[in-house]
């Protein structure tokens, strides 16, 4: 009888010519075991992550440029953003409160009072309230009073292919100021 | 220190509140192993050898268990991606073939399974019957046996129509009309099976429900009492000394 290395009584199986120790077959089944395993489950995680998305588009096609005049923000409901057509340009401000995600609203008349200071001495009327918790914004978006511990985000604007003024949603501005289109 | 650490989780509160037995190295806890755990109990704590040998069942039975949890866990995964909605099925199958990363492989490995699966369940009739292990004392389990098949072919008439292309909803038609041919109710088991008159959004969702949920339930309840009673009947069917002229294969 040939020397086991696992002593003498532990089993054996026998191959042709070759003696494979029950030792070695379980540390080469479980090491293909968990090959088998790991692939299935990197499989499995990848298959978790879609790769095309049935979702709205993220961004806003909000008209001709011409349609705003200057001084004004409209809001847009179905993207939940505000357009503000200044003498300098566009800004898209979103209507989602920094604080709790309210939806803030525009009230052109309101004095901003103590809140110029904040507009580098461009004189501008006109606050973003927010009915829950009494957040209050600049035209720019800016935070002048509440909870909030920031301002609005503000989109990046363009001009679509159509000539039509295009709102990234999915990209924030890069300065908040108005910007020619 | 591999057995020193493996000593130690023994003896901690976790492992003995888990595990009412010590390592299986015993006859005794050998057989504690099987009597203290809820899904090994099912079967008999001590088998004949030569019932466990391929040339005594094929491992038919077992294969074919092996495929329904495979079938139960592609299936589930499938879920993720199909919305059982006349507008959506066909482009969420599409989805599943050619956009979604090893959606394809998934979609085949079900479908493929669910094939195998009637075969495999087939061939384990066909073994048990012609090897005379339907015979008394495991007649009921037969009963039992020819249940498992009639919900293996209804999971996959019920299967069939998910994916909501030309072929399935014809499969349908005609299976239901079937139906239909059945005395006096077969008309109102069509209309019931389909949820109207014709294979539609009603027909679909009932399908899917039934194939995700009632019979899958059906099926895993019908497998525990089917391995209950290999062993309370006695284990697998022997088929006696190979030397001996009354072996039954």
């Known amino acids: 009888m040939h020397t086991n290395p696992n002593g003498a009584n532990a089993p054996e199986i026998e191959t042709h010519g070759e003696r494979v120790t029950r030792r070695r077959f379980v540390q080469a089944g479980s090491a293909a075991a968990a090959l088998a395993l790991g692939g299935t489950a990197v499989g499995g995680i990848r298959y978790m992550f879609p790769n095309v998305l049935y979702e709205p588009p993220n961004s806003l096609k909000a008209g001709k440029p011409t349609d705003f005049a200057d001084g004004t923000v409209t809001y847009f409901a179905e993207k939940n953003v505000f357009v503000r057509k200044a003498p300098e340009g566009f800004m898209a401000i979103s209507a989602v409160c920094a604080h709790l995600g309210c939806t803030v609203s525009w009230h052109a008349d309101k004095d901003l009072g103590e809140g110029q200071a904040k507009l580098d001495g461009e004189k501008l009327k006109g606050e973003f309230h927010c009915p829950c918790h009494g957040s209050v914004y600049t035209p720019k978006g800016e935070i002048l009073a509440g909870p909030a511990p920031r301002g609005l985000d503000v989109f990046q604007v363009s001009i679509a292919k159509d000539g039509q003024l295009l709102v990234d949603l999915g990209a924030a501005a890069t300065q908040r100021e108005p910007i020619q289109v | 220190m591999f057995n020193n650490l493996a000593n130690k989780l023994y003896q901690t509160q976790l492992w003995k509140s888990i595990f009412r037995h010590g390592l299986p190295n015993t006859p005794k806890n050998q057989s504690l192993v099987t009597f203290t755990n809820v899904f090994l109990h099912l079967h008999s704590?001590?088998?004949?050898?030569?019932?466990?040998?391929?040339?005594?069942?094929?491992?038919?039975?077992?294969?074919?268990?092996?495929?329904?949890?495979?079938?139960?866990?592609?299936?589930?995964?499938?879920?993720?991606?199909?919305?059982?909605?006349?507008?959506?099925?066909?482009?969420?199958?599409?989805?599943?073939?050619?956009?979604?990363?090893?959606?394809?492989?998934?979609?085949?490995?079900?479908?493929?399974?669910?094939?195998?699966?009637?075969?495999?369940?087939?061939?384990?009739?066909?073994?048990?019957?012609?090897?005379?292990?339907?015979?008394?004392?495991?007649?009921?389990?037969?009963?039992?046996?020819?249940?498992?098949?009639?919900?293996?072919?209804?999971?996959?008439?019920?299967?069939?129509?998910?994916?909501?292309?030309?072929?399935?909803?014809?499969?349908?038609?005609?299976?239901?009309?079937?139906?239909?041919?059945?005395?006096?109710v077969g008309p109102d088991i069509k209309f019931a099976l389909l949820g109207g008159n014709a294979v539609g959004q009603n027909a679909l969702i009932r399908f899917y429900v039934l194939h995700c949920v009632i019979f899958p339930l059906v099926v895993a309840v019908l497998l525990a009492v089917h391995f209950w009673r290999i062993r309370k009947d006695g284990g697998l069917a022997d088929p006696g000394d190979p030397t001996s002229a009354n072996v039954l294969m």
């Open chain 2, 45 to 184: 704590v001590k088998v004949k050898e030569r019932t466990l040998r391929f040339d005594t069942t094929y491992w038919l039975g077992g294969i074919s268990l092996m495929l329904f949890g495979l079938l139960t866990l592609t299936g589930i995964i499938l879920m993720l991606y199909y919305v059982p909605s006349t507008t959506q099925a066909y482009e969420n199958m599409k989805d599943l073939a050619f956009a979604v990363s090893f959606g394809d492989i998934l979609r085949n490995m079900h479908r493929w399974s669910a094939h195998l699966m009637v075969l495999f369940v087939f061939l384990h009739m066909c073994r048990v019957f012609w090897s005379g292990a339907y015979k008394a004392p495991r007649e009921f389990n037969w009963v039992i046996g020819v249940f498992l098949f009639l919900f293996t072919l209804l999971l996959s008439f019920t299967g069939y129509l998910l994916p909501w292309d030309q072929l399935a909803i014809w499969a349908i038609t005609v299976g239901s009309n079937m139906a239909k041919y059945a005395p006096f």
